[in-house]
Structure formats: C-alpha cells, structure tokens
C-alpha cells in the first residue's frame, strides 16, 4: 500500500471511534516497514490513549518478529501528533524516543497547545516529517474540532420542533407536534454534540433528559443549564450528567467560556424565548427545523414573531427531506 492508500484507511477506520473519542477528534496511526503493515491504532475513547500509542505499543510486540528496529518504521498519522502532555502523554516525544525514520501526517493539529509543535519536536529530533496528505478530509472529518480552533467558540446548532402554523407548544399541556421518527432522529442529532443546553423554562415545564437514546456507545454530552429562577437538580436533566449552570444572561459571555476548553459543538434545545436571544445574538451557526402537519392554532404560542422569521436572521437553506409525516430543514449562516 502506497501513503495515500494507507492515510484514506487511517482516516476511514478512525471514523469508527466518533461518538466514544468525543470531544476529542478522531485519529487513525499506521506504523509501515516499506509498504508492509506492522500495526495500527487509533483513538478510541475520550480520555484514553492517543492514536500513535495505541499503534506503537502493537508494533512493540512484534519488534524481533516483523521488524528489529523503529529506524526501520515509518508512522502515517491522519492529524499532527501531539506535543502537549494531557491526560495521556506526548504522542511527538514517544515518536522520538522510539526511533522512527519518518512521519506522514495528514493535518495539523489546530489545537493552540499543539498547532506544529509536534511537528517541531519530530523534526528537531531528525525524524523526517511529510505533512498534509489528505488534510483536507482530515479537516472535514473533524469539522466541529476545528471550526472551534479556527473561530475560537464553539459550533452552535439550534433545533426546534414547528407546528405547521409556526407554533412551539401549547402553555398548559403537554402535547407532542412531531412524529416518533423524527424525535428517534433528534437523538442522533445528540449524539453528535458535546454539549446539550436548555433554558430554566423548559427544565421546569418538560423535565426533559436529554440525553442521547441511541443503540450505540456515546461518550455522553455535557449538559448547560441558563436560569435566573430557582430549579431543581433532581430534574432528570441533571441525571447522570455533569451540567454547568449559568444564572447570567449574556449568551455571549456564556459561550466565550467554552473557548479554552474541549467542548467544540453546542446543541441548544430550549423554548422560543431564549431560542430567540441565541440566534438574535447572531451565534448560531446551524439551525434545524423539524415540522409536523399538525397545526396548534389559538392555543399555541408561536416560535417567531412575523417581523424576526429565520431568513431575517441571515439563514439559507441547505438541505431538507421528509421524515415520516414531518418536514426536516437545516439552515446554514454560510449557505
Ligand atoms: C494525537 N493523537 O489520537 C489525538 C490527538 O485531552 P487529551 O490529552 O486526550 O488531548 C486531546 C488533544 O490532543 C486534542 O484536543 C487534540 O489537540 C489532540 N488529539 N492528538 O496526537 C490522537 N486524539
Ligand atoms: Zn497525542
């Protein structure tokens, strides 16, 4: 297998680990002696090894067998091994102390601990370094890990559930608008996100979990919780959940705080009101409509005013399909 063979499989096999390596990005590490596969590895599970060492503790157990020295090895790996010593330690150094001739990346880590140190640490090490093979897909991949690095705030997705004429819920009952597949498809859409936040009125109203109800292992969302009035934390929102509380209501302060951290994606589920002040705010990234054929009339309290509909807040349509009886809309800020 040639490198770009080898870098489109470590990016493929590494997509396999993305609801368990979440927040983290996933990576792919393939060790080569000539176009021979020695080992493999990739980062599985948040908080646990990196990729590379994943890879090279594999290859060590054949060193003597397949292959006598790590001089002999080369290392493609689809993002840029790590210089920082996090929860593991760092990827670059044990590249180094191992020995390897080269390293093929596929993107540059765009994590400010690391963004071409590691690259720095391989070289300055007489490792030689080939970079940006495939880097692009490296980069589409992990779109939310490095959209946070690029534009230093998480992606935020907002999504409601329409009645047909606009409405949100009715005040004093309970009433589901859309169909069982799409609130089964909302739990992918959890899934995807590291974060899942709502609003006081919603937690008192709905008791809402919010968690991912899905058939497959997911590193769960943290939760965030905006409320200025008094709630209770044995609401099933806080179950089994590590959730932040905000009393403050400057939304922009709020989501500035996820800057420094690994939280990359936000998924805010809450009522009109404060769906309103996020995307008045202008930092919604993503907005995804699910619309049933049910209609709430007098009785329902409406998402948008006329005068503030989404197209008002800068939002084209990208994509929309049916689910069941519903209608799904995604809008993007950048089309
Ligand atoms: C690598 N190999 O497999 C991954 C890397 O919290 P930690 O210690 O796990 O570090 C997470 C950061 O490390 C993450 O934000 C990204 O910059 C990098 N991820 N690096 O060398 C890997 N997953
Ligand atoms: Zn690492």
């Not at 297998?1 to 983290?24: D, G, H, S, V």
């Amino acid at each position: 297998m040639n490198y770009e063979e080898l870098m489109l499989r470590a990016i493929t096999k590494a997509n396999k680990f993305k609801y368990t390596a979440k927040p983290n990005p996933v990576v792919g590490a393939i060790i080569i002696q000539g176009s021979e596969i020695i080992s493999e590895g990739y980062h599985e599970v948040y908080g646990k090894n990196h990729a590379e060492i994943n890879a090279i503790e594999e290859a060590q157990k054949h060193l003597g067998k397949k292959f006598e020295n790590f001089s002999d090895l080369s290392l493609i790996c689809t993002l840029e091994p790590c210089s920082h010593v996090g929860k593991t330690g760092s990827c670059a150094e044990f590249i180094v102390k191992k020995g390897f001739k080269k390293v093929i990346i596929g993107a540059i880590d765009p994590n400010p601990k690391v963004a071409g140190r590691g690259i720095k640490i391989l070289e300055s090490n007489n490792i030689e370094v080939e970079y940006g093979l495939f880097g692009d897909l490296v980069e589409k991949q992990n779109k939310n890990f490095f959209y946070k690095h690029k534009n230093n705030k998480p992606y935020i997705t907002v999504k409601i559930a329409s009645s047909l004429d606009g409405m949100s819920h009715i005040d004093t009952e309970r009433v589901f608008i859309t169909s069982e597949s799409s609130r089964n498809d909302i739990q992918k859409i959890r899934a995807d996100h590291d974060a899942i936040l709502t609003g006081g009125n919603t937690l008192r109203n709905d008791d809402p979990d919010m968690n991912a109800r899905v058939d497959f292992s997911v590193n769960p969302a943290k939760k965030i919780l905006l409320t200025s009035k008094p709630y209770s934390n044995k609401s099933k929102f806080f179950k089994n959940a590590c959730v932040d509380v905000f009393e403050i209501n400057n939304l922009s302060k709020i989501i500035d705080s996820y800057k420094e951290n690994e939280i990359c994606s936000i998924l805010v589920e809450a009522g009109p009101k404060l769906v309103n002040s996020f995307l008045k705010e202008g930092i919604v990234d993503e907005l995804i409509v699910y619309t049933s054929e049910k209609k709430l009339e007098k009785r329902g309290v409406n998402w948008f005013q006329e005068n503030n509909a989404i197209e008002n807040y800068g939002f084209k349509l990208e994509s929309s399909y049916k689910i069941d009886t519903d209608l799904k809309e995604i809008f993007k800020k950048d089309g």
